[in-house]
DNA sequence: GTCTATAGTGGGATAGAC
DNA sequence: GTCTATCCCACTATAGAC
């Protein structure tokens, strides 16, 4: 019963996410929330902390889900199909992760270490398998960043360009 | 002697990118490059149809660019190597032109494609090899932009990331 | 080709009443 | 916790004089 402030934050958080996702980015912002919750904009910074505050709850926000999501994935197809199903469910927030300057002081602490830790951790635990989870990481980005922001030909069969990480990824495990 | 008109719009336009690269593409827009060519907001528009024409003309000249750097790159390595080095040159221009939906219809005609058709040709012009191709693509972008949006741990070894990459690569050609 | 003047839009943000 | 009122800023864009 005490901290109802933090339920009308954290239900505001959840609105901004829907929000979020059908407005697009870029028409996101405090007025767009502001006129879902049918409120008025100065009435959000009892809130929040401004913008930026808002923002960092969101991705916090999809930090923390995303470490959760690869939590059950076991196994290289596992882990591509739920990185990349669970970008595509969220493309926008998606985006606002990745596709801009992180102000990490806005992030809860660890979430973003949580989720990054998952992703390191589908090659093990030692720094020499490092670079090759980081390419992957960055392959998978790749293949969802470039499909969210429309950049591949309609007819192109992205199922196989995905086969090809993963049959690539299982060969390094298997021989590792 | 005659498009001089025209000689002014490319001089612009390379500042503008000057402009892009030392403030930022968030801070870029028509006052900015107003202000850097020592000249009024409102003079530009004798030589831009409004800011999504100068955008379109500075990504026309990204895609031209990259066409041409691409046309030495024998190899996947130097392939690998010539995106690298092209992208990270000039990195706002690069996130212009990949992280934000694009406007075709204020392109050059043709300018994308020539690039595209680059990328594609590195494993050859038959459909059955787009896919791999599409994920290389999507691997090497994955790469420069995680690293120009500053999402890898500063001592990250990205140079052993790229290996991986190119051995793989090589391992398809190998084997066609 | 550049200027001044101006209009319009949209956004973030603060102060203070209720 | 929400409101009104207000301010500030930045940027896009147009009209018309020089």
Redesign the interface.
Known sequence: MTARISDRRRALTALAGAVLESEGLDAFGLGALARAAGVKTPSLYKHFDGLADLEGALISEGFTALASALEGASGIRAFAETYRAHALARPQLYRLM?????DRSRLEPGAELAAMTKLLDAFGESPAD???A??L???????V??QI????PSD???D??????IA?ADGWTRTH
Chains 1, 2 share one sequence.
Do not use: C, K, N, Q
């Not at 990745?98 to 992180?102: D, F, G, I, V």
């Not at 990481?137 to 293949?143: I, M």
């Not at 922001?149 to 591949?152: I, L, Q, S």
């Open positions: 990745t596709s801009r300057p992180l490092h670079p090759r980081r390419t990481w960055a392959w998978a980005h790749g293949l960043i470039l922001d429309d950049r591949f192109a069969d992205l196989a360009s995905w086969e090809v990480l690539t």
